[in-house]
């Protein structure tokens, strides 16, 4: 969530510079009997809030869906090593009980 602010702060203060710089005029007076005006503009391009909207939702929903991957992945391989513990550990068992019965005397 941090990085998605840090990202999107800076965003919102270039688009409120960009919208509040788009004309200048300059006035300069040469003489008394007449003033020569200069005008400068500036073309800023246009910005699709609904395409941006649009691009965030499925950003979002991206991240989302990765993480939701990302902890059934997690859960997946703890249930994996459970039950890899489990065999392992009735494996030893069923050995550690057939070295027994062989291992057996006749006074035991």
Known sequence: MRTKTTLIAPAALLLV?????????????????????TTYSATMPQVDTAATAAAMDSARDAANTAGTAVQDAAHATATAAKDAAHATGTAMETAGQKIQDKTKTDGQ
Do not use: H, W
């Not at 510079?17 to 005006?37: F, I, M, P, R, Y």
């Open 17 to 37: 510079l960009a919208v509040g710089c788009t004309q200048k005029t300059e006035s300069v007076s040469t003489d008394t009997s007449s003033t020569e005006t």
